[in-house]
C-alpha cells in the first residue's frame, strides 16, 4: 500500500482515475458521450457501428488506469515511472487521431502537448522520488 503521499504522486494517481474514466462514463452517458469527449466530432459518434471499436479500445485504456492504480498502491512507484513514460506515445496516437478526424485542433495539440508533460515526470521518476529513482 502506498505509504507516503506526496506531489509527485499526482501524476500517476491522475493517469490512474482519467483511463477509469471510461469505466464509469460509458455506461451512464452511452458510448456517443465519450466519444464525443475524446474529440471526434458527432458525425462519427453518432455511427452505432463505431462503437464496437471504441469499445475495443476503451478496454485497453481502461487496463492500463487499474493497473496504475495497482502499481501505486502496492507502492510500486517505479512501475508506475515506467507507465508513465507510455503517455507520450499515446498522446501522439491521441493527437494524430484528433488532428486528422476530429474537429477541435486546439484539443489535438494539448493533447501531445500534455502527455509530454507527464512522460517526462516518469521519464525522471517523479513518482519514486528524486533519491529513490537515481538508486534505481
Known amino acids: 500500500?502506498?505509504?507516503?503521499?506526496?506531489?509527485?504522486?499526482?501524476?500517476?494517481?491522475?493517469f490512474a482515475f482519467a483511463n477509469c474514466i471510461g469505466l464509469i462514463l460509458a455506461p451512464l452517458r452511452?458510448?456517443?458521450?465519450?466519444?464525443?469527449?475524446?474529440?471526434?466530432?458527432?458525425?462519427?459518434?453518432e455511427v452505432t457501428e463505431t462503437w464496437p471499436v471504441w469499445q475495443a479500445g476503451q478496454g485497453r485504456t481502461i487496463l492500463l488506469g487499474l493497473m496504475m492504480h495497482y502499481f501505486y498502491w502496492r507502492g510500486q512507484y517505479a512501475e508506475c515511472d515506467a507507465m508513465l513514460m507510455g503517455v507520450a506515445f499515446l498522446g501522439l496516437n491521441d493527437f494524430l487521431v484528433i488532428f486528422n478526424h476530429g474537429d477541435n485542433l486546439p484539443w489535438a495539440w494539448s493533447r501531445i502537448i500534455f502527455s509530454v508533460a507527464f512522460a517526462s515526470t516518469g521519464y525522471f521518476g517523479l513518482t519514486q522520488g528524486r533519491g529513490r529513482a537515481k538508486q534505481a
Open 30 to 45: 452511452g458510448n456517443r458521450a465519450v466519444i464525443e469527449l475524446y474529440g471526434l466530432p458527432t458525425t462519427i459518434s
Open 1 to 14: 500500500m502506498a505509504k507516503h503521499f506526496y506531489i509527485g504522486h499526482i501524476p500517476a494517481l491522475y
